[in-house]
């Protein structure tokens, strides 16, 4: 293993969400990283405000999740409602996730608020790695690695680094300057996001949902309890200026009927887009975030979009600076995520906005179980083309068997220090080799080594004289197994970023091999 403290830091071009969460997921890999954003502070404008139970899975890796959740207000139904009645229509209870994932909710909590945590961990993490007040000026790379200009107010300053990582946003500076198209188009329709004080809980009670979609082909609006005020986002008709306070109170009464009194704390009106770079890599320079995908902003799927990147690249740069993969592995993170982000989160975002406005429906997508459809709308149920048998998918129907690419649900299971863990725990920073197997016929599981741990999982605990105590998972009534839904006697490798690479059946030394076949990119 190279040793990745001498390794030239990493370049990350904006501040936003996607980038300082891409920081703390490479200080979370152990690889140095340096961080940039052209205005003199974070951004405060009313943006995105609701953060998604995948998301919330990456925040809890890379060591902010308890930080944010302090601040945030967390909600168990994302609830929908008929304009006209005020009734509650179909609903999203994530209560069901419960056995899946130690965050069973998501949050609310806007965009400038969860920017200072983020930034306050980046510093804590690497002092002196975050830098205000530059602006990219210029860029070049070879084969060594790549360097970047940037004004700054004490005159220009250039930095070397090993890799570029493009998380400055829509009108990104770095896609411009690679020339690289953006396929997709912008809608001549903008959303008006305004925050407002109203209580709604004492002096004026509802009982809406914290997060609740009033559609209606006439006039719709979404409403969001966020930590401090409640958040209402609508259209504006073409052409229209945004209403004027007296105005937007009118409107907001006709949805949530009369209140005593209301405040307005902030507005911010913008474009709707669905659009997607062509290009997510060039040589050392990656697109991630806003800068390779412009998502209409329903569903909370832009920013928690962006999320899914910052999971999907640093362990791919960990495992290729620490000389245990080759440069092909990162081939793997344009090719997962552009089709996800283009025809999955796009496409979604997409027929949700429509529906929203009566112009379509999203059967397609609402139509599974409970389980099915709280895992999409949470983003658990996002499937990877982690190779050529696994077909990509944003939506679950239902539980059954895991598929190759699936996120592998973080179970709980008895680890060999006899407490219990979470499954999600073991593959902090390695692959997983998890062997269903009967723990009493001694099956020949491998030593652990550097990238990939090996586990067998039975309901029989490994007995001290079998050699296999130190690899050994209880599976407590084969909770795990049946919910994995494989075979007995089935291999089951799981990558860094909790995906399945591959399910197989057992045989000797296949593990390794497979683990091998994905590092190096071998045949």
Not at 26 to 35: A, G, M, N, Q, V
Not at 326 to 345: C, F, I, T, V
Request: aromatic share 8%; hydrophobic share 40%; glycine share 8%.
């Amino acid at each position: 293993m190279k040793n990745t403290s001498e390794t030239k830091p990493i370049l990350i071009i904006g501040a936003g969400p996607v980038g300082l969460t891409t920081a703390l997921g490479l200080h979370y890999y152990r690889l140095p990283f340096k961080i940039f954003e052209e205005d003199a502070t974070l951004s405060l404008d009313t943006k995105a405000g609701t953060i998604l139970t995948r998301t919330l899975e990456a925040f809890r890796r890379y060591g902010v999740a308890d930080a944010v959740l302090q601040k945030a207000l967390r909600l168990d139904e994302i609830g929908g409602l008929d304009r006209a009645t005020n009734k509650p229509t179909l609903s999203v209870r994530t209560e069901v996730l419960a056995e899946d994932t130690r965050f069973p909710f998501v949050i609310n909590l806007p965009q400038h608020h969860l920017e200072p945590i983020l930034q306050r961990a980046v510093d804590e993490a690497s002092p002196g790695s975050m830098h205000l007040s530059h602006r990219l000026k210029s860029f070049r790379q070879n084969e060594g690695g790549v360097a970047a200009i940037f004004d700054t107010p004490q005159g220009e300053r250039e930095f070397e680094g090993s890799y570029l990582l493009a998380c400055d946003g829509g009108r990104s500076t770095v896609r411009t300057q690679l020339d690289i198209p953006v396929d997709g188009v912008s809608h001549d329709i903008r959303y008006m996001l305004v925050d407002l004080k109203v209580d709604l809980d004492l002096a004026n009670p509802r009982d809406y949902p914290y997060l609740a979609y009033f559609s209606d082909p006439e006039e719709w609006m979404i409403l969001v309890r966020q930590p401090h005020c409640w958040r209402f986002l609508f259209p504006l008709a073409p052409g229209m200026e945004p209403p004027s306070n007296d105005a937007f109170g009118e409107k907001v009464r006709r949805f949530i009927g009369d209140v005593d009194k209301l405040e307005v704390i902030n507005t911010v009106v913008y474009r709707v887009h669905h659009r997607i770079a062509s290009e997510w890599q060039r040589d050392r320079i990656f697109l991630m975030g806003d800068a390779a995908h412009l998502i209409t902003p329903m569903w909370a799927l832009g920013l928690n979009t962006g999320i899914l990147d910052a999971i999907n690249l640093p362990w791919r740069l960990a495992w290729v600076l620490r000389g245990w993969a080759g440069p092909d592995l990162l081939r793997g993170y344009a090719r997962e995520q552009m089709p996800l982000a283009a025809n999955g989160s796009g496409e979604m975002a997409e027929q949700a906005r429509k529906y929203m406005g009566g112009q379509g429906d999203v059967t397609d997508l609402m139509s599974g179980t409970a389980w099915g459809l709280a895992a999409t709308r949470t983003m658990l149920g996002v499937r990877l083309g982690v190779d050529d048998s696994a077909q990509w998918s944003m939506v679950k129907m239902d539980k059954g068997p895991l598929l190759v690419g699936d996120r592998v649900p973080d179970f709980e299971v008895q680890a060999p220090d006899g407490r219990p863990h979470r499954l999600h725990d073991l593959i902090d920073n390695t692959f997983l080799a998890l062997y269903f197997t009967d723990a009493r016929r001694k099956p020949k599981i491998p030593a652990h080594s550097p990238g990939l741990k090996h586990y067998v999982v039975s309901r029989w605990d490994a007995p001290l004289d079998s050699g296999l105590r130190d690899r050994a998972l209880l599976d407590v009534g084969e909770r795990l197994f049946n919910r994995m839904g494989c075979a007995p006697n089935t291999l089951v490798l799981i990558r860094p970023d909790d995906h399945v690479a591959a399910i197989e059946p057992i045989t000797p030394g296949r593990a390794d091999e497979l683990y091998r076949r994905i590092v190096l990119q071998q045949g």
